[in-house]
T-cell receptor
Framework: NAGVTQTPKFRILKIGQSMTLQCTQD?????MYWYRQDPGMGLKLIYYSVGAGITDKGEVPNGYNVSRSTTEDFPLRLELAAPSQTSVYFC???????????????FGPGTRLLVL | GENVEQHPSTLSVQEGDSAVIKCTYSDSASNYFPWYKQELGKGPQLIID?????GEKKDQRIAVTLNKTAKHFSLHITETQPEDSAVYFCAASMNSGYSTLTFGKGTMLLVSP
């Protein structure tokens, strides 16, 4: 299993441009998450999904959109990039059901985004 | 919502020493507490976790303790090695189907040879 994969690894955007960050998992996990990580601020939840067709806002959703048409994919869309969206973005997934093993979130390698 | 505080923000130790990182949480309904390790340029990776019905859990050189009454939990690393150098995050959640993790701000651990 490749686990959670993210593309691209790094991207520079100009203010006002749009882009989609891709996230794919091959573990048949129902739950998927998008976080952003800023220096010294930990991980902040942007959006999450509990299954195909179901998404919900996290702590910092403004300026972002998501969709979940399949179990495997959970893309994050930035419509009008702003300097405040400069960050490292992580996608994660976890299985469903009981037990500590099901609670584990598996993270992708991240996408580093710079908005100038 | 849940709020997780983590201390210290940076921790420097000599190889072989022990390291302790502490977290507090605000929501008494939280009952799942994982710890993640993030190496430079990589995504976080789970190293140990605990549920609120357990007071302590150990895995080789790593242990986590939980005090539900005081709402705090700690990560203990013994016999530290240079490869333990990384950023460590604590987190808390309610461990239900739709629950989400709330992370602390992280601790940068530096183990000097």
């Amino acid at each position: 299993n490749a686990g959670v994969t993210q593309t691209p690894k790094f991207r520079i955007l100009k203010i006002g441009q749009s882009m989609t960050l891709q996230c794919t998992q091959d573990m048949n996990h129902n739950y998927m998450y998008w976080y952003r990580q800023d220096p010294g601020m930990g991980l902040k939840l942007i959006y999450y999904s509990v299954g195909a067709g179901i998404t919900d806002k996290g702590e910092v959703p403004n300026g972002y959109n998501v969709s979940r048409s399949t179990t495997e994919d959970f893309p994050l869309r930035l419509e009008l990039a702003a300097p405040s969206q400069t960050s490292v973005y992580f996608c994660a997934s976890r299985g469903s059901g009981q037990g500590l093993q099901k609670e584990t979130q598996y993270f992708g390698p991240g996408t580093r985004l710079l908005v100038l | 919502g849940e709020n997780v505080e983590q201390h210290p923000s940076t921790l420097s130790v000599q190889e072989g020493d022990s390291a302790v990182i502490k977290c507090t949480y605000s929501d008494s309904a939280s009952n799942y507490f994982p710890w993640y390790k993030q190496e430079l340029g990589k995504g976080p990776q789970l190293i140990i976790d605990i549920r609120s019905n357990v007071g302590e859990k150990k895995d080789q050189r790593i242990a986590v303790t939980l005090n539900k009454t005081a709402k705090h939990f700690s990560l203990h690393i013994t016999e530290t090695q240079p490869e333990d150098s990384a950023v460590y995050f604590c987190a808390a959640s309610m461990n239900s189907g739709y629950s989400t993790l709330t992370f602390g701000k992280g601790t940068m651990l530096l183990v000097s040879p």
